[in-house]
């Protein structure tokens, strides 16, 4: 009896390890890794690996927070949050919808793409808002918060890559 347990414990270890390695070169959706999404639900769970067998490992509670996805595994995706977690969420849970996370101190949303343009608005850290467009050359993005939209650089959110064009 003994015997059957402690191999049906190594089975499912070595299948856990085989799963573990495998998503990194996994890429179901043909889509870049890494690449930003955002979180589509109220209450998103985090796991531990790609399946619900795994233990929830967190459960986000935060509609429209961006998330990098940085593997795939069948319908998983591996994802990074702003505090560098990873873990695993089911790809119905997530959105292509781009959102960001303000960082750092309170920032100042601009009604143009200049340092010296008049404030539209005061964001804190941790608001997410949505990102209308990121021109590739300026350094700034126009994004919308609390009924507010102007423009922000990109050094001051999360969720947009430094050179990255979002139209």
């Known amino acids: 009896m003994f015997l059957i347990f402690a191999m049906a414990v190594v ?3 070595a299948a ?3 799963v573990a390695q ?3 070169s996994a890429q179901p959706t043909g889509l870049p890794l890494p690449r930003f999404v955002s979180l589509r639900s109220e209450e998103v ?3 531990t690996g790609p399946g619900v067998r795994y233990a929830v490992d967190w459960v986000y509670k935060r509609k429209n927070m961006p998330v990098e996805v940085i593997a795939e595994f069948g319908t998983w995706r591996k994802i990074r949050d702003i505090q560098g ?3 695993w969420i089911h790809q119905s849970l997530l959105s292509n919808s781009r959102w960001v996370s303000i960082t750092g101190q309170t920032r100042t ?3 143009r793409a ?3 343009s008049p404030a539209v608005a005061r964001l804190e850290p941790g ?3 949505q990102v209308l467009e990121c021109p590739e050359e300026n350094g700034w993005c126009r994004i919308a918060a609390s009924g507010n939209d102007g423009w922000m650089r990109r050094v001051e959110f999360w969720g947009v890559y430094p050179r990255e064009a979002i139209k």
């Open 11 to 13: 089975g499912v270890a």
């Open 16 to 18: 856990d390890i085989a």
């Open 22 to 24: 495998a998503p990194e």
């Open 45 to 47: 769970n985090m796991r």
């Open 85 to 87: 977690t990873q873990g």
């Open 109 to 111: 949303l601009r009604r």
């Open 114 to 116: 200049d340092a010296q």
């Open 127 to 129: 608001v997410n808002a």
